[in-house]
């Protein structure tokens, strides 16, 4: 069966890095997704990201914060400048439609900011 | 805006016991209600989902029902086996913005001992 690939699955970076997250999607889908947990809280929906571009983002989703899709397989997430608080689990999902029925995850990376 | 709330967890119960996990709900117009699950080390899994009201969703022994009147939409399984041992969460499709995205619960651990 089809999955999403997150790598890597667990990163600890120092309070004011810049970190890359990376995903691989489904390869026919067409929409993607970030979301995050941090710990014992709700899931949350980053930004959705459809031909090439970014379709709706969050509160959360401030400027320190970007997508992209480089090279046609990759889905990336960076955070410039990390702060302790972004420390939570990153999903990425992907669908073939815009509805959310047919969304699938990635198993997560668990980012940590120390 | 719209939000779910799910039953605090953890849960623990005996090979199979019956289990219920609250899960209600508040939203503008008639959303799509999703349970999805986190097994150990896995991403986030489509369980099952109801579109409209009085719709019951089912698959691997579990269901629940879209109850518009209580905005409800409780998970129950009548024997749970160690294998169902995961995080649930609730969740529904919100379709306010520019994209169909998930609003999810804090989801609820469930530990299901021998």
């Known amino acids: 069966e089809p999955e999403v690939t997150q790598t890597p699955s667990h990163q600890v970076t120092q309070m004011g890095q810049e970190v890359i997250l990376r995903c691989v999607p489904i390869?026919?889908?067409?929409?993607f997704y970030w979301y995050r947990q941090i710990l014992g809280q709700k899931v949350e929906f980053l930004v959705s990201?459809?031909?090439?571009?970014?379709?709706?983002k969050s509160e959360i989703f401030d400027d320190q914060f970007s997508v992209e899709r480089p090279d046609g397989s990759n889905f990336t997430l960076k955070i410039r400048s990390t702060k302790l608080e972004d420390s939570a689990m990153y999903f990425c999902?992907?669908?073939?439609?815009?509805?959310?029925?047919?969304?699938?995850f990635g198993s997560g990376t668990r980012l940590t900011v120390v | 805006g719209n939000s779910v709330t799910q039953m605090e967890g953890p849960v623990t119960l005996s090979e199979e016991a019956f289990l219920t996990i609250n899960c209600t709900y508040t939203?503008?117009?008639?959303?799509?209600l999703f349970w999805y699950v986190q097994y150990p080390g896995e991403g986030l899994q489509l369980l099952l989902k109801?579109?409209?009201?009085?719709d019951k969703g089912s698959n691997k022994g579990f269901e629940a029902t879209y109850r518009k009147e209580t905005t409800s939409f409780h998970l129950e399984k009548g024997s749970v086996q160690v294998s169902d041992s995961a995080v649930y969460f609730c969740?529904?499709?919100?379709?306010?913005?520019?994209?169909?995205?998930?609003?999810f619960g804090t989801g609820t651990l469930l530990a299901v001992q021998p």
């Open positions: 999902a992907s669908s073939a439609v815009a509805d959310t029925y047919g969304y699938t």
């Open positions: 390869s026919n889908h067409l929409y």
């Open positions: 990201f459809y031909n090439n571009e970014i379709s709706e």
């Open positions: 939203a503008t117009g008639y959303p799509s």
């Open positions: 109801a579109t409209k009201a009085d």
């Open positions: 969740a529904l499709s919100d379709r306010g913005g520019a994209t169909n995205k998930l609003i």
